[in-house]
């Protein structure tokens, strides 16, 4: 059973606009959420991350929304831009120091020029 | 954060074969982890590698299939061992310091084919 959801697999966003990939999680034990991008070829690389404390961070371009009653996170990207092309995971865990991320399966975003 | 390199990036293995991956970190870091990711599939934790004992396995991961070494705090080998077409994944390993909470970082993977 999935404990973490991204329900689109792909994404096509115009170069300028807004990306917004969505995330889904089951287990109410989780408190603090990440967000990796992955390049072809490459590692995944930490992106943003929000604690359950808190219903928005921001980074930039980057903006992650927490909703704890729908269990559901969010990820913007405002402007899009063609670098931003790559698959994006959503990742959570529970407990303070918790080094277990369960990981949903990812969503490939594609910005077209 | 820390530089993390992996050997080999990729290979291709004969079923019945055992591959070792090898992965290396810049600096010394508190733990260290093995991933798996199958064709279309998310990151799944196979074990913690713990420096100087024996490595946490994930259920659904046995020692004998995936044995693992940690012999000091920026080197870590997993091997993949008698190796089937279903171990085809990219396999990665990652790391994450205790002053940072929960982020770990991951090395550029291994892509491995059974034939």
């Known amino acids: 059973d999935q404990q973490v959801k991204q329900n689109s697999p792909s994404l096509s966003v115009q170069e300028g606009r807004i990306s917004i990939l969505n995330c889904d999680y089951t287990?109410?034990?989780?408190?603090?959420f990440l967000w990796y991008k992955k390049y072809p070829a490459e590692g995944p690389t930490f992106l943003i991350s929000?604690?359950?404390?808190?219903d928005k961070n921001e980074d930039g371009r980057f903006t992650v929304f927490l909703n704890k009653s729908a269990k559901h996170l969010s990820l913007h990207i405002v402007p899009s831009q063609p670098g931003d092309s790559a698959v994006y995971f959503c990742?959570?865990?529970?407990?303070?120091?918790?080094?277990?991320?369960?990981f949903g399966k990812g969503t490939k975003l594609s910005v077209i020029p | 954060s820390a530089v993390i390199s992996q050997k080999p990036s990729r290979d291709i293995c004969q079923r019945g074969t055992s591959l070792t991956i090898q992965c290396q970190v810049d600096?010394?870091?508190?733990?260290m982890f093995w991933y798996r990711q199958q064709p279309g599939q998310s990151l799944t934790l196979i074990a913690t590698?713990?420096?100087?004992?024996?490595?946490?396995?994930e259920s659904g991961f046995v020692i004998d299939k995936f044995p693992i070494s940690r012999p000091n705090l920026t080197f870590s080998t997993l091997t993949v061992s008698n190796m089937s077409p279903e171990d085809s994944s990219i396999y990665l390993c990652?790391?994450?310091?205790?002053?940072?909470?929960?982020?770990?970082?991951f090395g550029p993977g291994t892509r491995l084919t059974v034939l």
């Open positions: 990652s790391v994450q310091d205790r002053g940072i909470y929960n982020e770990q970082f």
């Open positions: 287990n109410s034990m989780f408190d603090y």
């Open positions: 929000i604690s359950s404390i808190k």
């Open positions: 990742a959570a865990s529970a407990g303070a120091g918790s080094y277990q991320l369960t």
């Open positions: 600096s010394q870091v508190t733990m």
């Open positions: 590698a713990n420096q100087g004992s024996e490595a946490t396995y």
